[in-house]
């Protein structure tokens, strides 16, 4: 027995007099912040009271309309007299008008109008004639056209709604075709279709350009793979090939739906009809390949491309960063924006994004703002977009005060505020598990009248989520499908996402039966949170059988899968899995993580493999990536468990004097390893520094010392330890007792024993009698060999 004195110790430090703030038991669960924490009113502040959208101006008093040949000298007249009036009292002119007017050929007084480029005009004009039922097809015809030049989508639909045909009546196809792809744009797929089936009727034939937008509008209806196919055999029955257009639409179709293979056979196909790719097509393809995370055959694209003397072009570039971000290749998502210089090539706002973004998914925030300041320096002005990227960035290493200035200068610039930077509040209060926070912004959105999109509600599911309100998320989507949105993939993903943390893998599964019966297919966050569900919920079978798809060529085995395979495995203590999965990733030209690594660190150091645990440590460095604290304390507790404590305490010590300072689990491993080396003194002496430094000690801190003192027959010095546990309400584990309890045995203490229990169960509010009959008979069977 190395020390005998009497107390809790001989030199024994002073403890805490009271209870003090605890640090985390685990370097991956830190404790939840206290919401003083997030400045929420001021964030709120910042985001009501942004400037509003500079209104577009109108031409109250505009150039009257040059004269047109078409028209006849009084017509000509009509036409000035219109156009010189202005709009808000236009109305009453043209009853002042009205014989006149309806004297007048209305179709051509409108195409005059819309030739000058008074559009408004015209719109007021056939809206007035239709009230006097004065309106034919060709009026319509006209108005839908210059609609649809001008970019006023909205405009149309309302049209439409407000005059239909009249009977026996049709459009010609360009208005179709006008009119659909208002419709598209205005999200409005099923009434779209209901016009083309309605064109196709009346005997229209469609063209090219028709056909072209009813594929945009399968496409971003989604999950419309079969009718894709049907009218592209349709176009080709009616003699009507695909172009360049077509073929990028329907690439982007497969890209939004997740179908991969159907997208490379459609490709091959065109090439096999005779079509050469144009570089809007193979940027389509490319973003198939990089949603997909599947860089390897965006490079075999890219090769292909170049080869076949097509020249890349800034949105090539674009995909191609965006590829390599989401494969972790942050360093060559950055090359891309150089390759674009040495081209000739601009990057745009896009760029900078997308390259700010790889910066951020890897938690390189510095360099991410360092990338932005050069953006703004360099005259390319950021878009809603990047400040919405920064601010969730700033929001996840919890740096508020960066995130009002962010938002300050948002407003300084003019950039207005849109539902992105609401849902990435929400999801910035999600992320740190504040749920009345989440609720608080929602009700912030609802007043300032910013309408709740399916984008917000899959922020709101996921936001609940992370704060572990299933109840809240799941009614998120209820309300999501009652207010007419239909679930998307990444719908379906969110509510993954809420019960991957609950581990509930038996509804994770039905989900991913639901996404397939919807038309979807699961893509690799799919996948990854599926795994996470297995993992959560300790189901290897279903670990298991992923794999099988995943090794088996089933799925795509992209870098987030055999991320989260890793972490799966690890999670579940599967040592061949992990394996496995950490050699695919390598074998695949993958770049591991510094999660990876760690995955990898602290399982070889857990079975004991400390020659691989000290490769991967050099491998971490030898990537150019920084260990973290996890990083040490796992080597740490390598050392602790193979008998060389000093040796951790050489690397608390380095912890102390260095940016990643120790936390209470560095502490507690160093002293678990002395403790478990009986050397009571080194662990008291590493309990009196971690003291000293002003780290509070933890549950497990005491239980630790209570079991070395307990293994070392010190048991008034484990028994004041308890004691002091219980009078500061650190509330001993049921395994504490159980550790002094054995001790007792084993040393033939039995009466000992039973006096421990019966002062415990009497000073300890907490000890209940099930434990108390649970510790007795231990000590019963232990003294009479039951």
């Known amino acids: 027995m190395e020390a005998t004195g009497r107390g809790l110790f001989p ?40 400037p509003a959208p500079a209104p577009v101006p109108r031409r109250s008093h505009p150039t009257p309309t040059p004269t047109q040949s078409f028209l006849s000298p009084a017509a000509q007249a009509l036409v000035l007299a219109v156009s010189s009036h202005p709009l808000p009292t236009l109305p009453s002119f043209l009853a002042s008008r009205r014989d006149e007017l309806l004297r007048s050929d209305i179709p051509s007084l409108l195409k005059a109008l819309e030739l000058s480029g008074h559009w408004e005009w015209a719109l007021a004009l056939l809206r007035w004639a239709g009230a006097e039922g004065a309106v034919d097809a060709a009026a319509l015809e006209m108005v839908f056209r210059a609609l649809g030049r001008e970019g006023q989508h909205d405009a149309v639909c309302d049209l439409l709604d407000e005059m239909p045909l009249p009977p026996g009546s049709r459009l010609d196809v360009r208005a179709y075709t006008t009119v659909l792809h208002a419709l598209s744009r205005a999200g409005r797929y099923e009434r779209a279709l209901e016009l083309f089936a309605e064109l196709r009727r009346q005997g229209v034939a469609p063209t090219l350009v028709t056909y072209n937008v009813v594929l945009d509008v399968y496409g971003r209806m989604g999950r419309s793979w079969p009718r894709i196919v049907a009218l592209l055999e349709e176009m080709r029955a009616a003699g009507v090939e695909p172009d360049d257009f077509t073929a990028s639409t329907v690439i982007a179709a497969c890209c939004r739906d997740g179908l991969v293979d159907e997208a490379v056979a459609f490709f091959e196909d065109l090439k096999a009809r005779g079509h050469t790719p144009c570089v809007v097509t193979y940027n389509a393809l490319l973003q198939v390949f990089g949603k997909a995370g599947n860089y390897t055959e965006a490079l075999r694209v890219l090769k292909e491309m170049e080869e076949s003397g097509c020249q890349p072009d800034a949105v090539t570039y674009n995909e191609l960063a965006g590829t390599y971000a989401r494969a972790g290749f942050y360093e060559e998502a950055a090359k891309c924006l150089d390759t674009m210089t040495g081209k000739g090539l601009l990057p745009n706002t896009f760029t900078y994004n997308t390259v700010m973004a790889a910066y951020g998914n890897v938690g390189k925030v510095e360099e991410a703002l360092a990338l932005f300041r050069r953006m703004k320096k360099s005259g390319c002005v950021p878009n809603v977009n990047t400040y919405n990227f920064i601010l969730g ?89 009652s207010a007419g949105f239909a679930p998307c993939l990444t719908t379906y993903n969110a509510l993954l996402n809420v019960l991957s943390r609950q581990g509930d893998w038996s509804t994770a599964q039905s989900i991913i039966s639901k996404i397939r019966t919807k038309g979807f297919k699961p893509n690799e966050q799919s996948y990854s949170l599926l795994l996470q569900c297995y993992a959560k919920g300790g189901n290897i079978a279903g670990i298991d059988a992923i794999e099988k798809e995943i090794y088996g060529g089933a799925v795509f085995p992209s870098w987030v899968i055999l991320r989260t395979l890793v972490i799966a495995n690890f999670k579940c203590r599967r040592l061949e899995g992990i394996e496995k999965a950490f050699e695919e990733i390598k074998a695949r030209g993958y770049k591991p993580d510094l999660v990876i690594f760690n995955s990898m660190l602290s399982m070889y150091a857990k079975n004991g493999l400390y020659s691989k645990a000290t490769e991967i440590f050099d491998s971490i460095r030898q990537s150019g990536l920084t260990p973290d604290l996890i990083t040490y304390n796992s080597l740490m507790d390598m050392y602790a468990k193979c008998s060389e404590s000093w040796e951790a305490e050489k690397i608390l010590n380095q912890l102390k004097s260095s940016e990643v300072k120790p936390d209470v689990v560095s502490y507690n491993t160093v002293i678990n390893g002395f403790c478990k080396q009986g050397l009571i003194r080194e662990a008291q002496r590493i309990l009196s520094e971690m ?16 079991g070395g003192y307990a293994s070392l027959d010190m048991f008034s010095e484990a028994r004041e330890v308890i004691s002091y546990m219980i009078q500061h309400n650190l509330k001993p584990m049921e395994l504490t007792y159980r550790r002094v309890v054995d001790s007792y045995c084993k040393a033939k203490r039995f009466e000992e024993a039973r006096d421990f229990l019966s002062v415990v169960s009497v000073t300890d509010p907490n000890f209940d009698k099930k434990l108390l009959r649970t510790l007795a008979d231990r000590i019963e069977d232990a003294q009479f060999g039951r």
């Open 11 to 50: 030199n024994k430090p002073t403890l805490p007099a009271g209870p003090r703030k605890r640090g985390p038991l685990l370097p991956t669960a830190p404790p939840p912040p206290s919401p003083s924490s997030l400045p929420l009113d001021s964030l709120l502040l910042h985001l009501t009271a942004a």
């Open 393 to 481: 960035m700033l929001g996840k290493k919890s740096r508020f005060d960066e995130m009002l200035e962010m938002l300050a200068e948002m407003s300084r610039s003019g950039c207005t505020p849109n539902r992105v930077t609401w849902n990435t509040m929400l999801a910035v209060c999600g992320k740190r598990g504040m749920e009345d926070y989440v609720t608080r912004v929602l009700k912030g959105m609802k007043s300032c009248g910013v309408e709740l999109c399916r984008d917000t509600y899959n922020t709101l599911i996921a936001a609940y989520g992370r704060c572990g309100s299933r109840t809240n998320a799941f009614k998120m989507y209820n309300e999501m499908t």
């Open 691 to 706: 003291i000293a430094d002003g780290m509070a000690p933890c549950v497990v801190t005491y239980h630790t010392m209570v």
